[in-house]
């Protein structure tokens, strides 16, 4: 018995160190992968793609073995939106097309959100997830001018669009609907005293990503930007609101004086209240075959991923089509609503809703200046994705979703590295 007793000991030992070891080198891999799937977002989907298989891969074999998923504040309103999609799909005008894109895409993006906020709760990991961002939106930024500049950028060899600046992305408005958020973050880490160099890099960053963005001409992003410097600087530090305004009604004037743009900042700046011209006229297309969408089938809507499937049913005369080009909504709330119908819809507002609650009584709370200023910054960027999206397809981009869904995995595992797991009660 005693040889018996050893023997089992022993081999739960190995077993143990077996275990630890699997976990590790998920650990590692699921790093290594999630800094490259950062670094990389705005220049290459087939990295997103190959990065988050990895890392999903390797969280899924360590789960295997802790089998604990990490708790947030949003658990419970992601797993009702996740069972609200699940119907629309069982319902969906295009069960295949529906089916294939919860598993491809939906539960993609839930499974890196539960990833980013369980990886950042290790404070090594969560300052070196900042600076690859920074990192990579720095690249971005000088990716943008050279492109002006020299009429391509260096990373995709994409040329302006109109005149306009895209970066590696495809269209103006995607660039913009990456800046904005990005943004905020070495916008708010500017305030906080910090190594000189450091702080004079974060400023140089700022001065530049807000420069592109006003040239980037996307209405949409620039009223997105507005809501979050709002929060930002009611949250953090209200002399952030102050210094960008008056800075950004500056370089406004001056900006005719030191770039070319094709239109008028002010004149472009003025057509957001202007609903005659042709953008405005072909989002009130789409929008009305969204709203007819809803109509039809208003409880689980057409099913996920079958707006532009459907589209032709309901505007056959939209006069893209003879080009073959079948749009987005433009107005993700829209397209949510058509193709997850209602529950699927509240199920998401009701997600947003936890989501700002949480946030503003845990920004409250915290006293540590520099996890407050992540919050905070991550939280405007989070906001500014949401008011562009009313206006345009973010949620819907691989690369503007996966933005989105890291960007909320850090605001969930902020908040309990901070001990506010009960703030709502």
């Known amino acids: 018995m005693p040889q018996l007793r050893s023997k089992i000991q022993t081999n739960g030992r190995d077993l143990m160190g077996i275990k630890s070891k699997a976990e590790l080198y998920c650990d590692k891999i699921i790093e290594i992968f999630l800094y490259i799937l950062i670094f990389c977002l705005p220049f290459s989907k087939a990295m997103i793609e190959i990065s988050a ?8 074999i360590k789960k ?40 491809t895409k939906t539960m993609e993006y839930i499974f890196l959100f539960f990833i980013v906020a369980e990886f950042i709760r290790d404070k090594r990991k969560l300052k070196n997830t900042i ?40 269209m103006p408005g995607d660039l ?55 929060f930002l600087g009611i949250m953090e530090n209200k002399k952030i609101l102050y210094i960008t305004l008056t800075f950004l009604i ?59 499937g459907n589209f032709t049913r309901f505007s056959k005369d939209y006069y893209y089509l003879d080009k073959g080009i079948i749009p987005y909504a433009h107005n993700c709330y829209l397209q949510i609503a058509a193709e997850t119908g209602i529950v699927g819809f509240l199920s998401f507002l009701t997600l947003l809703g936890v989501f700002f609650i949480h946030t503003i009584r845990s920004l409250a709370k915290i006293k540590d200046k520099f996890y407050h200023a992540i919050l905070a910054s991550i939280s405007a960027g989070i906001i500014a994705t949401l008011v562009h999206s009313a206006v345009d397809t973010n949620l819907y981009s691989l690369q503007l979703s996966i933005l989105f869904w890291i960007m909320l995995g850090l605001n969930a595992g902020l908040q309990p590295k901070i001990g506010l797991e009960k703030c709502l009660k």
């Open 176 to 230: 913009a609907g990456y800046l904005a958020p990005v943004l905020f973050l070495p916008l708010s880490l500017c305030f906080l005293r910090l190594k000189g160099r450091v702080r004079l890099s974060l400023m140089i960053e700022s001065i530049l990503l807000l420069g592109l963005l006003i040239v980037s001409l996307a209405r949409g992003a620039w009223m997105g930007f507005a809501a979050g410097i709002i």
């Open 64 to 103: 295997v073995f802790s089998r604990r998923l990490v708790s947030t504040y949003l658990n419970i309103p992601i797993a009702v939106y996740i069972l609200a999609i699940f119907l629309s799909v069982l319902f969906s005008s295009n069960f295949a097309l529906s089916l294939k894109n919860f598993t």
């Open 131 to 170: 600076i690859v961002i920074l990192v990579s939106a720095a690249m971005v930024g000088a990716d943008s001018l050279f492109q002006y500049f020299f009429g391509f950028d260096f990373l995709r060899l994409r040329y302006l669009q109109s005149g306009r600046i895209t970066a590696s992305f495809h």
């Open 250 to 308: 500056f370089l406004s004037i001056a900006m005719p004086y030191l770039l070319e743009t094709p239109e008028d900042i002010f004149t472009r700046l003025k057509s957001i209240f202007v609903v005659s011209d042709s953008s405005s006229l072909d989002r009130k297309v789409i929008w009305q075959a969204a709203l007819q969408m809803i109509k039809e089938r208003p409880v689980f809507g057409q099913g996920l991923s079958t707006f532009m």
């Open 53 to 60: 298989t990895f890392i999903i891969l390797a969280w899924i």
